[in-house]
């Protein structure tokens, strides 16, 4: 397995480590559940180095990325500005999702998934040669000029980063969400995986452990993979290879708000959207008896039938909550009736997103 820069951090933290996408990573340091509530109601971190940010450089950049992702560069038009999006492969599904920044005119940053990091590449790259644009793709994840990354989310969070961070407080101070900025060898974005506040720090591989152990003595604890899922599961965050892949559509993967059919350009996976429209409604699940939402359960309704692609006991709810693809005739308030084991339980259908800045939504 691949390992962070911040591996050892881990292990001398107590963490459980696990086998994620190829990458060894903390499941936990000693409780789930008591982490996913400390970036609830403090601050918490996670090391996500294993994800990969991408430099895309260039004067045919714009037009690179305006052909490459479904979401439209052009509303990038202010440095330090982000845009989600998905990247398609020719019959609209979804190789993968990720947030690209504009650094400056014809300077972008794309990161994207740790378990797709290599493919996405390889597909980047290749398109590149087919387009014969001018533009440099460079992955900082190895050599001296690879990047780390932490988040740091919650309520706290981002006056527990100025605290250690004084140098960077003037600069990210005033940062709206969904923007970064550059301050020193920090590439600081106001973005997360929780649905609470904070940053997500990019900085030299060589300065992380540094960092994380100046955060640690600040309070904020060190948090795993385990609730970072369930805290973005509350969120209604997707995760890719459980609520879409190459074979979903963000149509129906509730991702149709980063997919920019109206304007007049052309990008990799628009023809097969406008010739297969939305067939599925990506809502979310309640469940009103005793059990656990999971995976692949089959969801019965009145308009038909789905599937849930994300399930798990909601710590802040405490109930189970879950993410699923319906008919899409299914309306928010249905009752619909989720098959666990050899068992039919009532569910209750909600916008999905259950969570957000501490408070419940649903």
């Known amino acids: 397995m691949q390992k962070t820069v911040l591996n050892e951090e881990h292990r001398q933290s107590g963490a459980r480590m696990v086998d994620f996408g190829g990458w060894e990573m903390p499941l936990h340091y000693g409780s789930q559940i008591e982490e996913h509530h400390t970036v609830r109601r403090d601050a918490g971190m996670f090391d996500v180095s294993h994800m990969c940010a991408v430099d895309i450089v260039g004067p045919d950049s714009t037009a690179f990325l305006r052909r490459l992702i479904a979401n439209n560069i052009d509303k990038l038009a202010i440095a330090g500005k982000a845009l989600y999006s998905a990247m398609l492969n020719e019959a609209g599904g979804v190789i993968d999702d990720l947030i690209v920044y504009c650094l400056d005119s014809n300077n972008y940053r794309a990161v994207i998934n740790a378990g797709t990091a290599d493919s996405d590449l390889a597909w980047m790259a290749a398109r590149l040669a087919d387009w014969q644009f001018s533009a440099t793709i460079t992955p900082r994840r190895q050599g001296p000029d690879a990047l780390a990354m932490i988040a740091v989310q919650g309520p706290s969070a981002r006056q527990k980063v100025w605290q250690v961070l004084p140098e960077c407080h003037s600069a990210c101070e005033s940062l709206k969400p969904f923007f970064a900025v550059r301050s020193g060898d920090y590439f600081i974005a106001?973005?997360?995986y929780t649905g609470e506040d904070g940053y997500?720090?990019?900085?030299?591989?060589?300065q992380a452990s540094s960092l994380w152990q100046a955060l640690a003595r600040a309070g904020v604890r060190p948090c795993g993979?385990?609730?970072?899922?369930?805290l973005r599961l509350e969120a209604g965050m997707n995760l890719y290879g459980q609520d879409m892949d190459e074979s979903v559509s963000p149509l129906d993967a509730g991702l149709g708000w980063t997919v920019d059919l109206a304007a007049p350009r052309d990008f990799v996976g628009k023809a097969a959207l406008l010739a297969r429209p939305q067939r599925q409604q990506f809502l979310g699940l309640v469940l009103s008896d005793r059990g656990v939402l999971r995976a692949h359960q089959k969801v019965i309704g009145s308009h038909g039938t789905g599937e849930i692609t994300s399930g798990s006991f909601s710590p802040t709810m405490q109930k189970s909550i879950a993410l699923a693809r319906l008919p899409l005739?299914?309306?928010?308030?249905?009752t619909v009736e989720v098959a666990v084991r050899d068992k039919l339980l009532a569910a209750r259908v909600v916008k999905p997103c259950f969570v957000r800045?501490?408070?419940i939504l649903v």
């Open 225 to 230: 993979l385990g609730a970072r899922d369930t």
């Open 200 to 206: 997500e720090i990019a900085l030299p591989a060589a």
């Open 357 to 359: 800045n501490g408070k």
């Open 329 to 334: 005739a299914a309306s928010i308030g249905d």
């Open 190 to 192: 106001r973005t997360g």
